[in-house]
């Protein structure tokens, strides 16, 4: 099967659907009957870039200031796309909202439905696009894959889909999340003023769909003392709007238990969750919520959210607060610190829960799409 993936938001810096696209295009390459040619949004290319465009994080912002930008930029793909279709192309999947024009069987990847659940997280021009083409897009696609079984569910209520058109294929965790001794990550830790074990970790781009206030007004109410002994660090690059987090950020850090670390490489991201004594994920809204899956798979428990798909992913391993309730998830991460049995159950129950997924499984449900769309 000669796959064509569209593989274009691996020019931005990678977070949730870039870090898709790079795992399973590696797992792809097991299948033996799976060839791909991955589009880099102005060719093609065999491999994975190995990092992002250069000047990306400063170009895509102001593009959304540019009237017409996404709609140029839109045409120009399409033309790149178009002129690599010398090469033979059986189907063509796209990984992200909307697929480019193309004559042959087509499989998208639907990760949510943000769009419609939280608009205003979503820049307007980008809003606009979306609401123009996703429906044709669904309509262009023989089958749809979701990350999560309650992003399906949404999907068939709100376009009408019968469940024959939907394929479940979760996520995984990547290699590099796994449990380490606290020796293998000392480097990373003091460089950051940490200790293994005795900090709160949230991950994730900063954006108000991410609840981050949530985690910040659960940390003010622990203890002074408790606070400096495990202070809240946030890994994430800023996102849309998060001019709506600034005072409540900046009294955050201006107290000093708090710590803004930016976007991380992928490396020292996985070695702070190896050392954190949770990941706190107060997301409002997640197609699958990948640091959730990746913490577990690190051995370290996980607060979240009982909202969306984040149950389905933390199962009984997760400690669930809901999202406008700071006092429960205090309460949560106070009992993390004091019951020590209760931490090592929650670890041990994050590893098992997180071995029921893998990229591997991820890879199979899609090639098998893919070879049902094409009646093998």
């Not at 697929?99 to 639907?110: D, I, N």
């Not at 965790?173 to 001794?181: N, V």
């Not at 490489?265 to 990941?279: F, I, K, S, T």
């Not at 931490?343 to 991820?362: D, M, V, Y």
Request: hydrophobic share 40%.
């Amino acid at each position: 099967m000669r796959i064509a993936l569209n593989a274009r938001i691996l020019q931005a810096p990678r977070t949730g659907i870039g870090h898709y696209v790079a795992e399973l295009a590696t797992a792809l390459a097991e299948e033996p009957d799976v060839h791909l040619s991955l589009f880099h949004g102005w060719g093609w290319s065999a491999q994975l870039p190995q990092a992002a465009t250069p000047g990306y994080s400063r170009l895509s912002p102001l593009l959304r200031q540019v009237p017409g930008a996404y709609r140029a930029r839109r045409w120009l793909e399409q033309k790149r796309f178009d002129q690599g279709r010398s090469r033979a192309i059986d189907l063509y999947h796209e990984p992200s909202l909307w697929p480019l024009a193309f004559e042959g069987p087509t499989v998208m990847t639907l990760h949510d439905l943000t769009h419609l659940r939280y608009p205003e997280t979503q820049p307007p021009a980008r809003l606009r696009e979306i609401e123009r083409r996703l429906s044709r897009a669904v309509e262009q696609s023989q089958l749809i894959l979701t990350d999560s079984q309650f992003i399906a569910d949404e999907a068939r209520e709100h376009f009408g889909l019968c469940a024959e058109r939907l394929r479940v294929a979760p996520l995984g965790a990547a290699a590099r999340f796994h449990p380490r001794e606290p020796e293998a990550i000392d480097g990373v830790l003091k460089a950051h003023g940490l200790e293994a074990g005795r900090y709160f970790l949230c991950v994730g781009t900063l954006e108000p769909r991410k609840n981050l206030s949530l985690a910040l007004r659960a940390h003010a109410r622990l203890p002074e003392s408790v606070r400096q002994t495990f202070p809240l660090l946030i890994v994430g690059m800023s996102g849309w709007q998060r001019a709506q987090l600034s005072d409540e950020l900046k009294n955050a850090l201006a107290g000093g238990h708090v710590c803004l670390a930016g976007y991380l490489p992928d490396e020292q991201v996985a070695q702070l969750l190896a050392g954190a004594r949770a990941l706190i994920f107060p997301s409002l809204y997640e197609g699958f919520g990948l640091p959730v899956l990746e913490a577990m798979a690190s051995g370290t428990p996980v607060i979240t959210t009982r909202c969306s798909a984040m149950p389905e992913v933390a199962g009984a391993a997760g400690n669930y607060c809901e999202p406008d309730d700071p006092q429960g998830m205090r309460e949560a991460m106070d009992r993390l610190i004091e019951d020590r049995l209760h931490w090592q159950a929650c670890r041990e129950a994050g590893l098992q829960q997180a071995a029921l997924f893998s990229w591997q499984r991820c890879a199979k449900v899609t090639a098998q799409t893919y070879r049902q769309v094409l009646g093998g």
